[in-house]
């Protein structure tokens, strides 16, 4: 099955610098992944998403990228800000196949 | 977004006890529904899968007789944790993925069930 790994596991950074998470994944036949944001007790909110036919996909600060040769993906966040803060997840789902694999999560503090 | 309301938010039973956490998509129909327990600063454990009218597929290592699912419409699952012990104390989760096209891939979550059995 696939396998998601997730770096790194905490990071801060000073408000206004940017921030990059990474993902790596193992079956080459995912082509959906989707970047989850969830603050303290709260639901998982999907934040942006990227299929395997685009390389790019750029929403305001957030950005994803996607390497399907080297099978990984990562999540910009650009001029960071206090309620950026919170654990974020990466995951992987293979077309056709109902489950959606998920990163160990990034823990991003933003400090002000 | 699509919506999806899970109760309660927090249970505190006894051991011994079941709860019954539900999990509803309010604004589109999700054949497919997947409950994931989360541990404090750690990622989401899928547990099982729920389809819509037939069994659920659980998780190698979680218990089907424990964690009892029911997805008997295409709203609504339920995920019943029977005989409770402290051990089962965790945060539950439920997401639902919209029904439609192969392509219409995406996944929202409930906003979770804080479980803890005294």
């Known amino acids: 099955g696939e396998n998601v790994e997730q770096h790194p596991s905490t990071l801060s950074v000073q408000e206004g610098d940017s921030a990059v998470i990474k993902c790596t994944y193992s079956?080459?036949?995912?082509?959906?992944f989707p970047w989850y944001k969830q603050e303290l007790g709260k639901r998982p909110q999907l934040i942006i998403d990227i299929r395997s036919n685009v390389g790019e996909k750029k929403d305001q600060r957030i950005a994803v990228t996607l390497n399907k040769t080297a099978k990984h993906f990562s999540l910009h966040i650009t001029e960071t800000q206090p309620e950026d803060s919170a654990v974020y997840f990466c995951a992987a789902k293979r077309y056709n196949f109902n489950k959606f694999y998920f990163g160990s999560g990034t823990k991003l503090n933003v400090k002000p | 977004g699509a919506v999806v309301s899970q109760h309660p938010s927090r249970v505190i039973c006894k051991s011994g006890t079941s709860v019954k956490i539900e999990c509803r998509s309010l604004?589109?129909?999700?054949?497919?529904m997947f409950w994931y327990r989360q541990f404090p600063k750690q990622s989401l454990m899928l547990m099982a899968t729920?389809?819509?009218?037939?069994?659920?597929?659980?998780e190698q290592g979680v218990e089907k007789d424990k964690f009892l699912i029911n997805h008997a419409s295409l709203t609504l699952s339920t995920l019943t944790v029977t005989s409770a012990h402290p051990e089962d104390s965790s945060f539950y989760i439920c997401?639902?993925?919209?029904?439609?096209?192969?392509?219409?891939?995406?996944?929202?979550f409930g906003s979770g069930t804080q479980l803890s059995v005294l």
């Open positions: 604004d589109f129909q999700a054949t497919t």
């Open positions: 079956d080459s036949a995912s082509n959906y």
């Open positions: 729920s389809n819509e009218g037939s069994k659920a597929t659980y």
């Open positions: 997401s639902a993925r919209e029904y439609g096209t192969a392509t219409n891939e995406k996944l929202f």
